[in-house]
Nanobody
């Protein structure tokens, strides 16, 4: 059974940094893509970043230059390094992995940016 799980959320001060992780398991085939969405209270879920099968990356305009998505293909783990965090980045960050066109989601991890 395919599983996706996030870790590493928490509280960070404005202008600080945080790295969150997402591991996938249950398939012998590497996902065709993995990535992150986030949802802040009262707002729609929004795309943050993704990394494709060949390592190609995409970012939302709001995080370009501040966030970096990377991966460890041996561990089937994706990381999101978040720098220069702002209160507007406060949200539940959810990871997804794609196999055969199907999206599998984790439970989400809370990131709170506050002084």
């Amino acid at each position: 059974q395919v599983q996706v799980a996030e870790s590493g959320g928490g509280l960070v001060q404005p202008a600080g940094s945080l790295k969150i992780s997402c591991s996938s398991s249950g398939s012998i085939v590497r996902p065709s893509a993995m990535g992150w969405y986030r949802q802040a209270p009262g707002l729609e879920r929004e795309f943050v970043a993704r990394i494709g099968f060949i390592g190609d990356t995409n970012y939302a305009d709001s995080v370009k230059g501040r966030f970096t998505i990377s991966r460890d293909t041996v561990k089937n783990t994706v990381y999101l390094q978040m720098n220069s965090l702002q209160p507007a980045d406060t949200a539940v960050y959810s990871c997804y992995a794609v196999w055969n066109g199907n999206y599998y989601w984790g439970q989400g991890t809370q990131v709170t940016v506050s002084s």
